[in-house]
Every structure is written in structure tokens, then in C-alpha cells.
């Protein structure tokens, strides 16, 4: 099973999903973000899903659901690089990610994340 | 009825006289098609069709029958991508009956296999109508899709704002078109506002409105603030009566008013220079 | 035509890698291949999830007017889906509440077909043709 690292710089904790990620990473996922807050208590989280190229209801929900623990922490979330034919899928299969913000980049979602200190 | 195979005899004829018959059914075919192509072109496609055909008249196999449907249908193509008519095209194959016919005065022992014969050539003939009518379906379909292409322009107002002018019904071949130009500009320029003018669109009913509202949801994924504008006041009436809800996206009557909230939320300011 | 087992959550990544493989072969165009792989991964993990497990069946088919597509077959013999209208509608979930997927998979391709018995397995069909 592959571990996606976690980089933390300054109060945001950086996450970059770089292959086709199976199930079992993916929620792994989940529970290292929730570790990494409690023991740095960053403000932000930022994943990067440029090279993902298919996100499906079951990745959707658990970045929605990265979004709703992260809050419970204090920290916002932020997805960027969102290809357009991802998005494009996901609008017609009703997943409209509510509850986590999304960005272009890392630069923009950066800048979202400081706005809203 | 098997109107294949079993024609031995007219086959053995049709190949002794091969020249003659071959020669007269290229004139017919060049008469026609009104000699808009050439007598070499002409022979060169009958010359083929020919040879497959006599095969099959002696042996219907599945390959032998199979290569001359694939001629068949490939000359029937060429000529729906050429602009000939349907029938310019059935022609070219009922000429045969016409260049065999004459040949067969000569041989009236030949008249009784003339009939299947006959039927042989009205089945391919008739086969040739229908590759034709669906190589130009495909030929219209491809001519539709350029020219919503056209009609679908993505314009950059201002630095980090984008405007979709829409005009003329919204389906959903129309919004997945319109969705990937919106996404990709965002992509391309880095804007993170984005206004759907629908002053163009002539009636607004839940199923637009569906349309409407998965495209400002896919440019939401990409982290763009969607406005609509050009509601018309019939416009605005019928979605209220409808019930739809546009939730929380910034609706506004003209595109001016939208490009304002636009750079009020981008923290610009147009004042007097 | 290939046949590729469905009995872990590797097998679900594979069986997304060739359907991409033969959707971009087929000539379908990126987003119609991004909604395919999509529609396959949804399926695959139902089966692995629901269906305790079986296969998946790709194939490139061709339709009456000479366009081509791409067939997939998920097969399993699982519970079964009891109430098949139901689990159609947006929504529907089974056992632990995260959603069977079914009608958002079938918003994603142009074909679908959907058989399953109690006791008897399920059996999915999905085709996306090329435009």
C-alpha cells in the first residue's frame, strides 16, 4: 500500500497525490492528516490533485470528508489542480465537494488559506 | 431466397465477355454521374466490383460475399462524401443489369437466370442506399459538432475574469461543450471569476437551469466564483414560478452589473481616470 | 477482449488502468475516457465491496452506423441487489451507508444494464461510445 507523504511548511500541512491511489491509501490518507494536525496544529491543508486523473464517489467523499476533519481541528482545506475533465465528471455525478474550498495551485490556495486567517 | 451463389452459367458468360460488359456498364455509369468523374475512375471501381461479383455468383461464401458488401459499401461512401445523390449511386450498380441485358441477346438460353440475376443486383443496389444514408448522417453529425464549436466563444473581461455569452437553446450536448471550453480557459488564464450570460437564451426551464447549475458547479471545482447574468424580467418570472433555485450564485440582469461584482470581489475599483 | 479479476483493492486500480488503455485506443475523447474509467472504478469496487468479489470484462464493440465503443462487464455472485428500482434512485445505500453508485455510474456512460437476483449475484454492462 502506498503512503502519501505529508510536508509541512509553516502552518500548512502540503499533501501531492501523484499515482493512482487505491482504496486502502486513500483512507490511510485520511488518518495520517488527522494525526499530522493534532501533532502540529497547522492552520491549513492544502492536496494537490494535478496528476489525479480520476476522482470517484468514493475518493470524492473521503476528500469531503479530509475537509470535515480538518475543521474539527480548526484547520481549513484547500483542493487544487482539479483537471477539467475530473471536474466535469464529478458535477455529473452530483458531487459538488461542499465543505472543502478549491484553487487553480498551490500559490492560489495558499493565498485563500492566508485570507481567511 | 438465395439470390447468391448457384448462377454459375451467367457467371462463366459474364466472364467470357468480360471486355464488352465491363466496357458498357463504365458508359452508363459515366452517363449517369453526369461525367463528374472520370472514365479511368470509373473502370478502375466497376473492374473490382466486378471480379468480386462473379465469385459470388459461382460460390457464396461468407468471405467472398463479404469482400463485395465491404467494396459495395466503401464506393457508396465515396460518393456520399463526393456530394452525389443516393440515387446516382444506386445507379451505378443497376447500370450492370442493363450492360448484362443487352449482352443477352445473344444468349437466350441465359434468359431464366437472368431473373436471380436481377434480384442480385436490386439487393446490392439497394444496400448501397443505406451505407449512403449513414455516411452522410455521420457527415451532418461531424458539420453540427464544428459548428457548435463555433458558436460556443469563452472572452476574458478583465484580468482574472472570464464571461461564457451564450446564445441559442442550452442542451446537453451544448453545456458539456460549453463546460470543458469554461474549465479549460480557467485553467489557461488562472481566473477565478467567471460570468454565464444567458441574455441569448431564449426560455429558461428546469432543465436549462439543470444545465446552468452543473456548469457553475464544475467551474466551482476549479476554485472559480460563478455569477449568471442577462436574466430577463419573463426570464425571472418563469424560474420563480418554477421553483428553481439558484442557491448561492450571484444572479444579475445585465453582464455589466455581474463584471461590477466581479471586480468588487476581486478588490478593484473603475473610477474616473 | 480482456477478463480481469476483481478480488482486491489492487485489482480495482487495474482494472481502471486498462480500461483507460482501450477507451484511448477506441478514439473516445478525454473527458468521455476520464467518465468511462470513473463509471468502472464505481462499478469494480462494487463488486468488490458488495459482490464479494469477481470480474470485470472490457471489450471495444461496434455499433449498426460504424461507430466504436467500449464494452465492460462486472460480474459477481454476491448477495445480489434485493430491490433493483431502488438502488437505481440518487441516493440509496446499502450495509454501511457509503452508497452502492449505481446511478451515478449510469449518468457517466451511454449504455447500462443492471441484473441481479438475491442469492444469485449481480451483473452490470456499461458501453460509452465514441462521438
Redesign the interface.
Known sequence: MERVPIVKIGQTLFVSIQI?????SVVRLQEDLADELTATGARGVIIDITAV??????IG?MLTMIGSISRLFDAETV??G?????????????L??RGV?????AE??LR?LNGTA | MDIYGGQARMAAYMREHRDKVTDRWSELVVAGVRGRISPEEVSRELEDLYSLLLRVMVEADEHATGELRAALDELSRTRARNGFTPSETAISVFALKDAVYELLADAAELVPEYLTFSRTIDDLGLRTFETYSVARERIIADQSAAMLELSTPVVRLWDGIIAVPLVGTLDSARTQLIMEKLLETLVATGAEHAVIDITGVPTVDTEVAQHLLKTVSAARLLGARCAISGIRPQVAQTIVSLGIEFGDIATKATLADALALALRESGLKVGPA | MDELPIQSGDDVVRVRQQVRIVAADCGLSLVDQTKLVTAASELARNTLVHGGGGRARVEVVKSGNGRSGVKIGFTDSGAGIPDLDLALTDGWSSGNGLGLGLSGARRLVDEFELASEPGAGTSVVVIKWSR
Request: hydrophobic share 45%; glycine share 6%.
Open positions: 493512482d491511489l487505491e482504496d486502502d486523473e480520476i476522482v470517484d464517489s468514493f467523499r483542493i487544487v482539479m483537471r477539467p475533465a475530473v471536474a466535469i465528471t464529478l458535477t455529473e455525478l452530483g459538488s465537494l474550498r478549491t484553487a487553480l495551485n492560489k490556495g485563500l
